[in-house]
């Protein structure tokens, strides 16, 4: 048994003003149905308020556009993105990589309308 190397992308397309509008006009409904598909992620709130779910992606978004020194911006074909990473022993291998995947799951989930 040892360590998993872990990364975590998203990416970087769209400013993150973008993603802030988006996440606003979603409805309840939208931002609770996300939150129950990964319920028991470490930065989704425990409780089940549409306020608090949408302010931890708003926090997905911000950290995955900060220049904490934990996130790499990199260009692949023309497209730029954040990635996160390391070796992980069953935890997560950096404070910003659970924000990376979330917001990578947001762009995935293509819940924001014209992303």
Known sequence: MGADMTVAFASLENDAQ???DGIARLSDDAVLAFASEYDGMS???ESNEPKDI???MVDAVEMSYSDSREIS???INGE???ITGGLSWGDEPTDAYPYVLL???IQEDEIIPDA
């Open 18 to 20: 973008f993603w802030y």
């Open 103 to 105: 917001f990578n799951w």
């Open 54 to 56: 949408r302010q931890a």
């Open 73 to 75: 911006v990199c260009t």
């Open 43 to 45: 930065v989704l709130p």
């Open 80 to 82: 730029r993105f954040a």
